[in-house]
């Protein structure tokens, strides 16, 4: 169920470390007529140690949020920590080197090099930056995400669901703060999609990490702790400990809103990707492929 707005507003952790946060995060992408606002003034905290789901209609502004959290993409206006480091304001060269070792990345398409085996994709941005792997951590992450008979094969001879898990080890290698997964089930089918999830809850769980995983799936987000619920570039609600029924009956009214509001389309797009209770189906805890 959705926290009364009273107890905090959303987004902001109540208390507990932050992995990151963001204050008055603003995006805007053009400028004139066509300047469209993807970020609006967003607060929001990352809480250290927890699974972060985001979630909203397309077009609502997950993924630029994410890219800035990231340090993916510049800001327009606001503030973003990552722990206590300010990284709106950092040199481009700074913003790599933070990104190279305190974030890990999972995309919808996986991002292997075709002609590296598992363990060299997985090593391969420490090798890049001249780390060294801890080999206890790096054996542990194998073996929980269960690679370790696949090691040595390359990316063409693992399956999409095998795949994606050897980009989460890659994403899990460096032990990073915050980890960003990018609709990481949005390739996979409902099996793989789910066991991709479940690794995502083990390293939270049983590794410490932290992880925020953008999604259209409410199955996907019943995996997390929380989730933001994004609207015209702004966090308008959270749900602590969602189930896939609650998210999607969330996600329905952004389709009303949206309906009453401009018969269906709008600025930010013309399509809502809250799915139907027919993309469930049959696999409420699921996941379903879905066309970006
Ligand atoms: N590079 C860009 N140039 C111009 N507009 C952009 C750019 N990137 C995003 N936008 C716009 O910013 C808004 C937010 O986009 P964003 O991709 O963050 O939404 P989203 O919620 O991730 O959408 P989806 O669920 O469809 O992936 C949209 O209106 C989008 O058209």
Known sequence: MSIPAAEHAPGLAPAGGIAARARG???????GETAVLALDSVDVDIAR????????????????????LAGLDT????????????????????????????????????????????????T?????????????????????????DRLKHRPSQLSGGQQQRVACARALASRPELIFADEPTGNLDSRAGLEVL?????????????????THDPGAAAHSDLVLFLADGRIVDEMERPTADAVLERMKR????RAQSDGGSGPRGDSTDAPTTGTLGTDADGTDVKEK
């Open 49 to 68: 140690g927890r699974f972060t789901a985001v979630m909203g209609p397309s077009g609502s502004g997950k993924s630029t949020l994410m890219h800035c």
């Open 124 to 148: 391969l941005p420490m090798d890049i930056a001249g780390q060294k792997p801890d080999q206890k951590w790096l054996d542990q992450v194998i073996d929980t995400l269960g690679l370790r």
């Open 254 to 257: 952004f389709d009303v809103i």
């Open 198 to 214: 479940a690794f995502l809850r083990e390293a939270v769980d049983q590794l410490g990490q932290t992880v925020v995983m953008v």
């Open 25 to 31: 995060l603003t995006k805007a992408y053009g400028s």
């Open 75 to 122: 800001v327009s206006a606001g503030q973003v920590w990552l722990g206590d480091t300010e990284i709106t304001g950092l040199k481009d060269r700074e913003l790599t080197r933070l990104r190279r070792d305190r974030i890990g990345f999972m995309f919808q398409s996986f991002n292997l090099i075709p002609t590296l085996n598992a363990v060299e994709n997985i």
